[in-house]
């Protein structure tokens, strides 16, 4: 990503303003139609995307000649003449739009030949531009769906279709509400755009330092400290930033380093943040985009799905949580020395308190009066920047000046990194979901789905597990959700399931993707920051996020987990599963106590998911088996081949680590600089 700067850095820093100001706006007062919203924000992306994402990022960084380097490739501060003939090309589809878009919906049907070739070049501008910010995964997917579109005539009826030809599919990409100024467009420039503001100014606002310093307060308490407060810092800092591979970019740079200097091995520590920070986009109340998606999909209120994720989401960093605690107990890792906690006077900071508690809560507090997630996050954001200017310091001139900076640098990074990447993708994906309905694709799956469910309504989700994590591989979570929910939703509802219950089983798949082999982006991430075998890394985060891939089925199969039933059975859900989850753990990586025996690593599991069944029949035999596997682990001594327990560590010698509040600092000034949505 270029750095650019003098005249071109000026041209970037309008543009900016006038989108930032258009986001704001529209968010505190109403948005426009589709298609004039879609395009304004669109026709900013096109604008940007070019100037500083370059065609090939090695390119830059060599020594080419002066003249390959004005015309094809630019340089780290400026565009090439190519950069600036595809800003004017991609721009000029959606800016026509803009100019234009009330007698195009008006008169549906009735185009010129020029329309159609002002599509083509948003096409393929709008592939290119997704290249330079995601790479090639999301236009290889789309060149396929295209191709399907093409030739669905020559395939067998089975999974053909009639076919398409050039102009219809342009007439539908372009001219219409169901092409690129459909759902996905429309929602990331009405909704989406103004929380990836919101994020960024919280941080910049001392939001993020004071979720470190409870996690430091709560975390270093236990067993395994530190791996605890990457836990809980991520956890309170993915809320916010909503994507896995942006949140182990940014705090992984600080909770990984800080995790090895504890004691940590290197895999143990990159595979605690990789699982730590895909459960960011479950967490209430800011999930991720793929949440506000979900909403439009369902036509269902936020809030209802915020509701829904609370348990399971608690229950995922349960998850983890037991697992670093018995990794740590494995190990020899203790809890945090005193020296390392922060003390109760710099908890309870009064202006911190306000910067954090009034717009969270001003947030949330809007959100369950129902009105639109936008106005909520709008006006969070006012309240943000208006405590943080004036309460946030001293209020001489040249303070408030120092803090406006902030602010402002703040939103420049949000929207030139995070907003410029998920507008142009979201646009991208957007002709997947077109395509999938004009060929009738998502029927045909829908159709396989439910004659697999034939033999067996399980074998039939574990079809539609594969089929996410396998579309989440080198996607963003937020275009997996959507090509599998518009793919595999139909089919699911079709068996006779919830939307909702439905809807997030797929989302949770699509995150799950980010840890899974082979093509596992969040880890990968992790195994830069923290070195050591990928491989190992990635096996661990999955035995770690086991809740991922066990949770999701309690969706369909217990909906209580939901907040749908009783108040009595959502807390036995609540509790079984939370303390199911933390007997498997122990099993799965070998240490309660002390080092468990093969047999009550054995009875740890079993128990833990009978406990976690839907019966109360389960939960007694459940709980049976883990208090045999309980009173042999306290007082059962070691029994050759049967109860043989491998030998306890040697405990870490943390009395000699210093706590450098310059990591923080470092931490809190990248969160606004990455991001990956």
């Given at each position: 990503m270029r750095n650019l700067t003098g005249v071109w850095k000026w041209i970037l820093v309008g543009i900016t303003a006038c989108a930032i100001g258009f986001i704001l706006f529209t968010s505190l007062t109403r948005p426009y139609h589709p298609a004039l919203q879609g395009s304004i924000i669109l026709s900013y992306g096109m604008l940007v995307v070019f100037l500083i994402f370059p065609l090939s990022k090695r390119a830059i960084s060599k020594q080419d000649s002066v003249l390959m380097r004005r015309l094809v490739f630019g340089t780290e501060s400026s565009p090439s003449m190519i950069d600036i003939m595809f800003t004017i090309l991609g721009s000029a589809p959606s800016i026509f739009i803009i100019l234009y878009w009330e007698p195009i919906v008006s008169n549906p049907l009735t185009y010129e030949t020029y329309h159609l070739i002002l599509g083509a070049m948003l096409f393929f501008m709008l592939i290119e531009a997704t290249r330079r910010t995601l790479g090639l995964i999301v236009p290889i997917v789309v060149a396929l769906f295209v191709l399907y579109a093409f030739l669905g005539h020559l395939l067998p009826a089975s999974i053909g279709h009639g076919g398409y030809v050039l102009e219809e599919l342009l007439y539908i990409f372009y001219l219409t509400t169901e092409g690129v100024w459909g759902l996905l467009t429309d929602l990331t420039s009405r909704l989406i755009a103004i929380f990836i503001l919101l994020g960024p100014i919280l941080f910049a606002c001392g939001v993020g330092n004071t979720f470190i310093k409870w996690a430091r307060f709560t975390g270093g308490r236990i067993r395994g400290?530190?791996?605890?407060?990457?836990?809980?810092?991520?956890?309170?800092?993915?809320?916010?930033?909503?994507?896995?591979?942006?949140?182990?970019?940014?705090?992984?740079?600080?909770?990984?380093?800080?995790?090895?200097?504890?004691?940590?091995?290197?895999?143990?520590?990159?595979?605690?943040?990789?699982?730590?920070?895909?459960?960011?986009?479950?967490?209430?109340?800011?999930?991720?985009?793929?949440?506000?998606?979900?909403?439009?999909?369902?036509?269902?209120?936020?809030?209802?799905?915020?509701?829904?994720?609370?348990?399971?989401?608690?229950?995922?960093?349960?998850?983890?949580?037991?697992?670093?605690?018995?990794?740590?107990?494995?190990?020899?890792?203790?809890?945090?020395?005193?020296?390392?906690?922060?003390?109760?006077?710099?908890?309870?900071?009064l202006r911190e308190i306000i910067n954090t508690i009034i717009p969270i809560g001003i947030l949330v507090y809007l959100l369950t009066l129902y009105l639109p997630p936008q106005t909520c996050a709008g006006w969070s954001l006012i309240s943000a920047l208006f405590i943080f200017l004036f309460l946030g310091g001293s209020l001489k001139p040249a303070e408030i000046l120092k803090r406006i900076i902030i602010t402002l640098k703040a939103f420049f990074n949000a929207?030139?990194?995070?907003?410029?990447?998920?507008?142009?993708?979201?646009?991208?994906?957007?002709?997947?979901?077109?395509?999938?309905?004009?060929?009738?694709?998502?029927?045909?799956?829908s159709e396989f789905i439910v004659n697999l469910a034939g033999a067996s309504a399980f074998l039939a989700l574990i079809a539609v597990m594969i089929v996410a994590i396998i579309l989440g591989m080198g996607m963003s979570t937020t275009a997996a959700y959507v090509i599998a929910a518009s793919a595999l939703g139909p089919a699911m509802i079709?068996?006779?399931?919830?939307?909702?219950?439905?809807?997030?089983?797929?989302?949770?798949?699509?995150?799950?993707?980010?840890?899974?082999?082979?093509?596992?982006?969040?880890?990968?991430?992790?195994?830069?920051?923290?070195?050591?075998?990928?491989?190992?890394?990635?096996?661990?985060?999955?035995?770690?996020?086991?809740?991922?891939?066990?949770?999701?089925?309690?969706?369909?199969?217990?909906?209580?987990?939901?907040?749908?039933?009783?108040?009595?059975v959502i807390l036995r859900v609540f509790i079984t599963v939370a303390v199911g989850m933390f007997f498997i753990e122990a099993g799965v990586f070998g240490y309660f106590t002390r080092p468990a025996s093969w047999l009550e690593r054995i009875l740890f599991i079993v128990g833990g998911l009978l406990l976690m069944g839907t019966r109360l029949s389960t939960d007694i035999i459940g709980v049976s088996l883990m208090a045999i596997a309980v009173v042999s682990h306290l007082a059962m001594p070691d029994i050759p081949f049967i109860g043989k327990r491998p030998v306890p560590p040697k405990k870490v010698d943390l009395s000699e680590i210093h706590w450098d509040d310059e990591d923080t600092e470092r931490l809190l000034t990248r969160v606004d600089a990455e991001a990956d949505l």
């Open positions: 400290g530190a791996g605890q407060i990457s836990l809980l810092s991520s956890a309170g800092l993915g809320m916010l930033s909503g994507s896995s591979v942006a949140n182990v970019a940014t705090t992984g740079t600080f909770t990984i380093p800080t995790m090895k200097k504890l004691g940590y091995h290197a895999e143990i520590a990159g595979a605690t943040e990789a699982s730590a920070s895909s459960g960011g986009q479950i967490m209430p109340p800011i999930m991720g985009a793929g949440a506000f998606v979900m909403a439009e999909l369902l036509g269902i209120k936020y809030t209802t799905i915020m509701l829904a994720a609370i348990i399971p989401a608690l229950c995922y960093f349960v998850g983890i949580g037991s697992g670093v605690y018995a990794l740590a107990g494995k190990y020899g890792l203790s809890k945090l020395p005193g020296h390392l906690i922060p003390k109760w006077g710099e908890l309870l900071n929207a030139n990194r995070a907003l410029v990447m998920l507008i142009v993708m979201m646009s991208c994906v957007q002709v997947i979901v077109s395509l999938i309905n004009a060929t009738g694709l998502g029927v045909k799956i079709t068996l006779g399931l919830m939307p909702l219950p439905s809807h997030l089983f797929i989302f949770y798949f699509a995150i799950a993707a980010g840890i899974t082999p082979p093509v596992c982006v969040a880890v990968f991430t992790a195994r830069a920051i923290s070195g050591g075998s990928w491989m190992k890394i990635a096996v661990l985060s999955m035995g770690l996020s086991l809740g991922g891939y066990i949770i999701p089925y309690y969706f369909i199969y217990q909906p209580a987990i939901l907040m749908q039933g009783s108040p009595w």
